[in-house]
């Protein structure tokens, strides 16, 4: 490709309160419609808007999580539009003092870091949702989201493939869920996504013309937009053609971007201070105690896991995706004598059973402690592989600890060469061929004598002792 | 024989002593009203049955509250503040049929004194007026004389009080509203300063420079409702966290040794002169009582209008974007698209001096504008802010007219809307300044009210009411009023 792609993102977060930005309105998702309303989130005649503290220490504390400078003095302006989702007929939200400035964060791309700069956070209010009828007959408003606190993070134009896209926006998620900012469900909308994508020939500083892509409401389907629309980009350049400013929309069915409205289209917001709320003044205090609140972040515990733990990057980087897998990992860590064999059960048997059950990994009933005295009982040789698999998928259904279902259910590996020595006899005695080819040296037939060694046992036996057992009968 | 002219404290004295009851009260008043709103449309709508109740209930705060002279007497609001049930609707007709779920917090907290609402009042629509014609259901008259605007916007609540059908009502005042139709009225009008009063239920019309204060007919009733309404309230985060002064205690009688500020841009060209003559005759009765007389300047002043005419369309073009029709009052029919639902309904729903003004703000605040338009005029809103306070290093109140103009016949207002700007030049620099100030009637020429201001510095209405308390009780116009209406407050 002659071309280089540049994208910008425009990510929206539902900061998690319990009620609205300006009222005491409930914020919980998937209420009956406009159940969670109020006069003044409805823009009743007469209503004032009083900011709620908690939306102001969430979002402070994104933008200093995402290494902003921060505003200690800002204000709320008005932005000014008619559309039936916003009740007073304008939003309220930041123009040109945004509580955060000139931030960044890190992703990695094929091993490498990168810093993707981050423009502006700033915080405003959400607006309410149209739900259009599929008979033609009319649209609806639903007022629940009305007045539900969001940031918005606009990132520099410093990203060059879809790919990097979806990192950047995974990372966000990551930093935001981390900070307990945001959970950041994009199948909620609590996380949303519109990208500014361009293309200029490699080697040209001045940026092409951009299109904005809207709609896209997964990570996947973000990268896939932008993919297409990389190409269409591309397609088009090369024709010749000339790249028309506008707003597209991702179009899920088909995996492409349609035209929305064009540039001449856009809005004058005649944005102004907001006059009904004072000037936003942060002290010192309050913003000790956000920097305070922000814990380890991805990056970091991904650096300290690969040096503390001697864990690979990837497993690294999946067990930091989420701060609750990444503390579950850190604590089990910290109690076993191999970590790396803690992050393979938990990236492996764990996350798929999780996967499989369709919860997340918070609904996981099972303790660190519990979970590395797994990996301890696996170490010492009380239990072997097999069994321990047996014993998490036990542990995990029913939140006991290890110990007792090994003893509830007589699982305990049976290394003791008495015990093992009567049944191998057996085994031997009912397999001469077996017994033949171990003796004329072919090591691997022994590895059937061990099978049915497991299977007279339960799977019980220790496979190590079992097989020097057999061995030593054979060939004394 | 109950007069509410006789003032507030008349009024629970003859309650306490079982002369009347709270049920009388309201009888008088809706009795009244019924007499005289057929000449002077004060009311849009009263609200006799709810009234009645109220007065029920109330009855026993009378006796058992002695420190609550508001309890178990009447109150009119204008029409652009919300109480809970009943209809609001600024005197337009987007709003007709609108019936809040919430009540304002300074009637709210008029009713937890005991007070007992009438009915809703008259005003220019949404508040943008000086002459209550352009309402959009009727105007109003002035009790002085019918063949006269009573001033506006609260032109409703200034002859209702003045008409004796209420004993006080509650105003806003965003460039003069309550201060010019209490001139006009012959009543006392208190605008305090902004952020002493919630504006919580208060239907926004320029939300930086709105306030609401009392009209009654005495400094003293003035004090006392301002200290039922004044205060910090949760609802409204422009609402001053400080502390509430003792208003009524602060009446002293005396004014010696105060500074009075008299500025030559209030009192020159552009005054009528028997305004000027009235107004300089009480600045004179003030001096004679002990005050000392201080020339100041204020020589931004007249961009004052200017700056308004920019600032409060601005404000007002997106407050009243809410009215579209989609939720609540009056929808245009037969809407093709949800474009022209807007256009209709908005067209159709407001009056020509509100449409004029969205017209304007929308202009100030477009992109390429802005900078030039509003963000100037704000700018020079801070120096006509910092103009008050250098005078107040050297006074503790000001003096000047509060209308240039005496009170002029009904029609008579001009089709250019900018002279009709012109005559809110006294009082929109306090808006613009966030003070508080009072009018207080001074004489009456050619039959009709003339009111002098006193304006006071950021939430400092103790001093202003104490000056206007210690002029009221010296000043002709009681014998004046006395001769007209044949009772007088004191």
């Not at chain 2, 209490?182 to 239907?203: I, N, Q």
């Not at chain 2, 004179?284 to 600032?311: E, F, K, N, R």
Request: aromatic content about 8%; proline content about 5%.
């Amino acid at each position: 490709m002659t071309y280089e792609t540049v994208i910008g993102l425009e990510v929206h977060v539902e900061l998690g309160t319990k009620s609205k930005i300006f009222c005491s309105c409930d914020t919980s998702f998937g209420a009956p419609p406009n159940s969670h309303v109020c006069p003044v989130c409805m823009g009743s005649p007469g209503v004032l808007p009083v900011l709620n503290e908690e939306a102001l220490r969430l979002g402070m504390k994104a933008a200093l999580a995402l290494n902003c400078q921060v505003r200690t003095d800002s204000k709320f302006d008005r932005k000014n539009y008619f559309y039936p989702d916003s009740p007073k007929a304008y939003q309220i939200s930041q123009y040109d003092e945004p509580i955060g400035e000139q931030g960044y964060v890190e992703i990695e791309v094929n091993g490498e870091k990168k810093r993707i700069g981050i423009t502006r956070v700033h915080l405003e209010e959400d607006a309410g949702k149209l739900n259009h009828s599929p008979f033609g007959d009319g649209s609806f408003v639903d007022f629940n989201r009305v007045g539900i606190p969001l940031i918005e993070i606009v990132s520099e134009p410093d990203l060059r493939t879809p790919e990097e896209a979806r990192l950047y926006l995974e990372q966000i998620k990551a930093i935001m869920q981390y900070c307990e900012v945001s959970e950041c469900k994009m199948e909620e909308g609590s996380l949303r996504c519109d990208a500014n994508i361009s293309l200029r020939p490699y080697g040209q500083e001045a940026f092409g013309t951009k299109a904005e892509i809207k709609n896209m409401n997964s990570f996947r389907n973000v990268e896939r937009g932008l993919e297409f629309e990389q190409q269409r980009q591309e397609k088009a350049l090369t024709r010749g053609e000339v790249i028309v400013q506008e707003t597209r929309r991702f179009d899920e069915a088909t995996g492409s971007t349609i035209s929305m409205r064009g540039k001449e289209d856009a809005h004058d917001y005649r944005y102004f201070p907001d006059p009904d709320l004072p000037r936003i003044i942060v002290s010192d205090a309050f913003l000790t105690a956000c920097q305070e609140e922000i814990p380890e972040l991805p990056a970091a515990k991904r650096e300290r896991f690969m040096q503390a733990y001697g864990l690979p990057a990837y497993d690294a980087g999946v067990l930091t995706t989420s701060r609750f897998l990444a503390e579950f990992f850190d604590a089990t860590a910290q109690q076993v004598s191999d970590p790396k064999a803690a992050s393979n059960w938990l990236m492996g048997d764990v996350l798929a059973y999780m996967n499989a059950s369709g919860e997340s990994i918070e609904a996981i009933r099972v303790t660190p402690t519990q979970f590395a005295d797994l990996i301890g009982l696996i170490e010492d040789g009380t239990i072997s592989t097999k069994i321990a698999k047996t014993v998490l998928k036990t542990m995990l259904d029913s939140g006991k600890a290890p110990k007792q279902i090994i003893e509830e259910q007589g699982l305990v590996q049976i290394s003791d060469v008495d015990a093992l020595t009567a049944i191998a006899k057996a085994v031997i005695e009912r397999n001469p061929a077996a017994v033949q080819d171990v003796l004329e040296g072919k090591e691997k037939a022994i590895g059937s004598l061990v099978g049915q060694m497991m299977k007279e046992t339960k799977g019980k036996a220790n496979p190590a002792v079992v097989n020097q057992l057999l061995k030593d009968l054979i060939l004394s | 024989m109950i007069d509410f002219r006789k003032g507030l404290r008349a009024l629970q004295k003859a309650l306490q002593q079982g002369e009347v009851t709270p049920q009388d009260l309201v009888l008088h008043s809706l009795t009244t009203i019924e007499e005289q709103d057929s000449v002077i449309q004060a009311f849009l709508r009263t609200e006799s049955h709810v009234a009645k109740q109220r007065a029920q209930v109330v009855t026993s705060t009378v006796t058992t509250r002695e420190d609550n002279v508001l309890a178990g007497i009447p109150y009119a609001l204008k029409d652009n503040m919300c109480y809970e049930g009943v209809e609001t609707t600024c005197a337009s007709k987007i709003l007709a049929g609108y019936i809040p779920p919430h009540t304002a917090t300074a009637a709210h907290r008029l009713d937890h004194a005991g007070g007992i609402l009438i009915g809703k009042v008259n005003l220019d629509e949404f508040a943008m007026g000086s002459t209550t014609e352009n309402s959009a259901y009727f105007s109003t008259h002035n009790p002085w004389h019918p063949d006269y605007v009573p001033g506006g916007s609260s032109g409703g609540s200034a002859a209702a009080v003045a008409a004796g059908m209420v004993p006080y009502a509650l105003g806003s005042d965003t460039g003069g509203s309550i201060r010019q139709p209490a001139s006009f009225c012959g009543v006392v009008g208190l605008k305090p300063t902004y952020g002493r009063v919630s504006r919580f239920g208060l239907v926004s019309y320029a939300s930086s420079l709105d306030q609401i204060g009392p009209i009654t007919n005495s400094v003293e009733d003035a004090a006392i409702v301002l200290s039922a309404i004044a205060g910090f309230d949760e609802r409204d985060a422009t609402c001053a966290n400080v502390p509430v002064d003792d208003y009524v205690g602060a009446l002293t009688g005396d004014v010696k040794g105060l500074r009075i500020g008299v500025a030559a841009e209030l009192m020159g060209e552009g005054i009528d002169e028997r305004v000027r003559n009235a107004v300089q005759k009480a600045i004179d009765l003030l001096q004679s009582l002990g005050a000392t007389v201080v020339p100041i300047h204020l020589p931004h002043l007249s961009y004052a209008i200017a700056t308004y005419y920019l600032i409060a369309p601005a404000e007002a073009s997106s407050n009243l974007a809410r009215f579209d029709g989609v939720r609540y009052g009056y929808r245009a029919p037969q809407a093709d698209n949800l474009l022209s639902m807007y256009s209709k309904t908005r067209s159709a729903g407001f009056g020509d001096e509100v449409k004029r003004r969205i017209l304007l703000g929308t202009y100030a605040l477009s992109s390429g504008y802005y900078d030039a338009y509003y963000k100037r005029a704000q700018q020079m809103r801070t120096l006509i802010a910092q103009d008050f306070q250098q005078a107040y290093e050297h006074v503790d109140v000001i003096v000047a007219p509060t209308s240039p103009v005496l009170p002029f016949r009904l029609g008579e207002a001009s089709d250019d809307p900018v002279t009709n700007y012109l005559i809110d030049i006294c009082t929109i620099p306090v808006n613009l300044a966030g003070l508080p100030a009072i009018s207080v009637p001074c004489d009456v020429v050619e039959g009709l009210p003339v009111g002098l201001q006193i304006i006071g510095n950021m939430f400092d209405e103790a001093t202003i009411l104490r000056v206007a308390d210690t002029y009221e009780k010296h000043s002709p116009f009681a014998a004046l009023r006395e001769a007209k209406w044949g009772g007088a407050a004191q």
